[in-house]
């Protein structure tokens, strides 16, 4: 079993960044895919990126391609998502889900282990 524990959201302006991070504990051992994806109100959850376990393929959604950037540290067994130039429409609970593919996936059905998830609010 992996545990995941998404932090660093909070209410921002537009234009500001945020960091969030995704902690795994438990049987971390394995390479992990990690995504990142979001649900504002009343709307379908939305893929935003995803990592490969390793750390060397990333894939972004094109409303954030340029903004927000994955990345991964294997020794914290963290994932972040660094978010810049953040937009209204960015408002919306955060999650990190992992499967254990290893590469690169946006389809949200197909990962096993999601954490609580964390709030992102951008104010115009």
């Known amino acids: 079993q992996v545990q995941l524990a998404e932090s660093g959201g909070g209410l921002v302006q537009a234009g500001d960044s945020l960091r969030l991070s995704c902690v795994a504990s438990?049987?971390?051992?394995?390479?992990?895919?990690t995504g990142w994806f979001r649900q504002a109100p009343g709307k379908e959850r939305e893929f935003v990126a995803t990592i490969s376990g390793i750390g060397q393929s990333t894939l972004y959604a094109d409303s954030v391609k340029g903004r927000f950037t994955v990345s991964r540290d294997h020794v914290k067994s963290t994932v972040y998502l660094q978010m810049n130039s953040l937009k209204p429409e960015d408002t919306a609970d955060y999650y990190c889900?992992?499967?254990?593919?290893?590469?690169?996936?946006?389809?949200?059905?197909?990962?096993?282990?999601w954490g609580q998830g964390t709030q992102v609010t951008v104010s115009s």
């Open positions: 438990g049987r971390t051992g394995t390479y992990y895919t």
């Open positions: 889900p992992a499967s254990r593919w290893g590469g690169l996936d946006n389809d949200a059905v197909r990962y096993t282990y």
